[in-house]
C-alpha cells in the first residue's frame, strides 16, 4: 500500500516570498491533516479535512496561510507571504475517517526554511 | 497550547535496558497514542489506548493510562539501537470531537 506522499521534500525562500506544498493521502482516507513541526517541538495541527470540508482550522493563521483539498482528495497548503517563523517541517497524515480511535499516517513531510 | 507534556526531555541508556517516557495531559481525553520519529521513517503511530482501559501491549512496548492522574507512560524493554528515535504522545480533545494535539516529544537514544 502506497504511503502518504508529500512534495516538495525541501523548499530554500526568501521571506514575503509565497510557497505551496502538496499532499496525496494515502487512497481510500477520508480524514487528511496538515500540521506544523518546528525544531525540538512537536507536530502542531495547522487544518483537519474531512473529505473537502474543514473539520478544524482553528490554528491555522489565516492571514497568511490557507489550505484546499478540492476534491476531496489531494490537498495543498500555500503560505503567502512568508515569515521568518514559518521555517519548520510540514508535515501531511491522513486517516480513514475522522475518529476518536484513528490511526494517522504521516508524510516524509516538507522542510521549510524562510531566509 | 500543547495538550500532552513528555519527561523526560531526553533519555539516553545502553542497549539492552528498558527506557520509559512519561506523558501528562490537561483535559479528559477519548483516547491516547503514542508514536515514534527518527530521520529514516518519519512518524510512525505505535499504539492507542483508550481511555478506559489501564494497560495495553504491543510487542515489546507497554503503555499504561491514569486517567485519574491524566498520565500515560511508554515502557520499551530490551531497548536496541534502532529504538533511537523521539517518542511523542498524542491526545484529542475529548468528547465527541478529535482534534489531535501533540506533545514535545522525549528523545531516546540507545547506545550499543
Known amino acids: 500500500e502506497a504511503g502518504v506522499a508529500q512534495s516538495p521534500r525541501y523548499k530554500i525562500i526568501e521571506k514575503r516570498q509565497s510557497v505551496a506544498f502538496w499532499c496525496n493521502p494515502i487512497s481510500g482516507h477520508a480524514t487528511l491533516y496538515w500540521y506544523q513541526q518546528i525544531l525540538g517541538q512537536g507536530p502542531k495541527l495547522l487544518i483537519q479535512?474531512?473529505?473537502?470540508?474543514?473539520?478544524?482550522d482553528s490554528q491555522l493563521p489565516k492571514d497568511r496561510f490557507s489550505a484546499e483539498r478540492l476534491k476531496g482528495v489531494d490537498s495543498t497548503l500555500k503560505i503567502q507571504p512568508a515569515k521568518l517563523e514559518d521555517s519548520a517541517v510540514y508535515l501531511c497524515a491522513s486517516s480513514l475517517t475522522t475518529g476518536i480511535d484513528n490511526e494517522q499516517f504521516f508524510g516524509p513531510g516538507t522542510r521549510l526554511t524562510v531566509l | 497550547s500543547q495538550q500532552g507534556e513528555e519527561d523526560p526531555q531526553a533519555l539516553s541508556i545502553q542497549e539492552g535496558e528498558n527506557a520509559t517516557m512519561n506523558c501528562s495531559y490537561k483535559t479528559s481525553i477519548n483516547n491516547l497514542q503514542w508514536y515514534r520519529q527518527n530521520s529514516g521513517r518519519g512518524l510512525v503511530h505505535l499504539i492507542l489506548?483508550?481511555?478506559?482501559?489501564r494497560e495495553k501491549h504491543s510487542g515489546r512496548l507497554r503503555v499504561t493510562l491514569d486517567t485519574s492522574k491524566k498520565s500515560s507512560s511508554l515502557l520499551i524493554t530490551a531497548s536496541r539501537a534502532a529504538d533511537t528515535a523521539s517518542y511523542f504522545c498524542?491526545?484529542?480533545?475529548?468528547?465527541?470531537?478529535?482534534?489531535?494535539?501533540f506533545g514535545r516529544g522525549t528523545s531516546l537514544i540507545v547506545h550499543p
Open positions: 498524542a491526545t484529542d480533545g475529548g468528547g465527541g470531537s478529535y482534534i489531535p494535539t
Open positions: 489506548i483508550r481511555s478506559n482501559e
Open positions: 479535512f474531512q473529505n473537502n470540508g474543514v473539520v478544524d
